[in-house]
């Protein structure tokens, strides 16, 4: 039986993760704007957010052996955790030292972050965000972006500005701590990227997205308290 013929040329790997990522991306922000004007709110696109991230690279790298092709196995790892290290302490100082300028200047508490991350327990559920997170902009997109010929720093600026963008869809929480988590999040993005070009290797920018979610912790649970007493 001959193939049938499509119209269209057999996508190559890179071509296929390229297309995986951005049609999780789209389907992702689609469901949070669903979510934003139904009783559903963002909660149906965070989840899809994050299994959908894991899970399609996980799939690619038990199914095709992608593993090193989306940067979570080979290149520089040393290097990348060298300087993940080295830009999350300095994020690390500069949010915290943010942080308490923004509150001894009058700044609202993030209160519903705070209720979202202690009420409802999802502190423990930031581990797998990072993951997710990490392995979707600078794990699959990323590196599929460069493998299709993108500019380098088009794809950093790029894949830090859908992260970035992506606060808006995700974040189960009003428009300003989204607001603030976004802000947050560029330069994570835009250093993360770096580091991930450099050496070819997730974990150094998973390192860095770590350190600045502890100063986030700090941010919430521990500063507003130091200033207020």
Do not use: C
């Not at 990522?21 to 004007?37: C, D, Q």
């Not at 899809?48 to 799939?59: E, K, M, N, R, T």
């Not at 092709?69 to 500069?94: C, E, P, T």
Request: charged share 15%; glycine share 12%; net charge positive.
């Amino acid at each position: 039986m001959k193939p049938v013929k499509t119209g269209f040329p057999p996508a190559d790997g890179y071509e296929q993760r390229l297309r995986l990522s951005f049609g999780l991306m789209g389907l992702i922000w689609v469901t949070g704007l669903v979510g934003h004007f139904t009783s559903f709110g963002e909660w149906p696109a965070l989840v899809l957010y994050v299994l959908g991230s894991i899970g399609v690279v996980v799939y690619r790298g038990a199914r095709n052996g992608d593993w090193e092709k989306m940067y979570l196995s080979g290149g520089n790892l040393k290097g990348a955790l060298k300087w993940g290290g080295i830009a999350g302490l300095a994020l690390f100082v500069m949010d915290i030292a943010n942080t308490v300028m923004y509150y001894t200047n009058g700044g609202a508490p993030m209160a519903e972050m705070e209720m979202l991350l202690v009420g409802r327990s999802l502190l423990y559920f930031f581990p797998l965000l990072i993951l997710a997170e990490e392995f979707l902009w600078r794990g699959i997109m990323f590196s599929s972006m460069l493998e299709r010929g993108f500019n380098r720093h088009l794809t950093v600026m790029l894949t830090a500005l859908f992260y970035t963008l992506n606060h808006f869809a995700v974040a189960p929480v009003g428009m300003f701590e989204r607001g603030l988590m976004a802000m947050m999040a560029f330069p994570i993005g835009v250093i993360g990227g770096y580091i991930v070009l450099r050496n070819r290797n997730v974990w150094g920018s998973v390192l860095l997205h770590s350190m600045t979610m502890i100063s986030m912790m700090l941010d919430i649970f521990v500063i507003p308290k130091l200033i207020s007493g």
